[in-house]
């Protein structure tokens, strides 16, 4: 039983250094819009990411001061609260941060990725055309047919 253990990646530290790193990596990722870094530290920050962008669209205080103590940063968070003021993510309900994977590293064959953040605004998805019924029009056989044609 694991109930001593708290859930999340650990990304081969311990939870002091992960939390740091991921508050670094955090803090580039927002001065930059994009970092390059491997896939599981790109998949540990994602949710953090998401969860600072949605407090910025909230943008309350409490936000605030909960952003300020997740990136550590206050020039920072001011940044990232006027960008989703301005409608950044207007109308996007989450997927604030895209990863493309690059492949290996040279070095250590380590999985390298990008992590973005998205910027583009939000495409409505096209409507779906409704499936018109064909419904197959039986022609009447002629008059002046024979019985065995109309049978076919």
């Not at 790109?42 to 605030?64: E, F």
């Amino acid at each position: 039983m694991r109930h001593y253990k708290k859930s999340g990646m650990k990304l081969g530290t311990d939870a002091s250094h992960t939390k740091a790193m991921k508050k670094s990596l955090c803090q580039a990722l927002f001065a930059n819009d994009r970092i390059k870094t491997t896939l599981p530290r790109a998949k540990a920050i994602r949710g953090d990411v998401d969860r600072i962008v949605t407090w910025a669209k909230r943008g309350d205080l409490h936000s605030r001061r909960l952003a300020i103590a997740k990136l550590g940063d206050k020039e920072l968070v001011r940044e990232v609260f006027e960008k989703a003021a301005q409608g950044m993510w207007e109308g996007r309900n989450g997927g604030y941060t895209r990863i493309m994977k690059l492949g290996p590293r040279k070095g250590d064959n380590a999985e390298v990725a990008i992590i973005e953040i998205v910027t583009e605004p939000v495409a409505a998805k096209a409507p779906k055309a409704e499936a018109t019924k064909v419904t197959k029009v039986e022609e009447a056989p002629a008059e002046d047919q024979p019985a065995e044609e109309k049978a076919e």
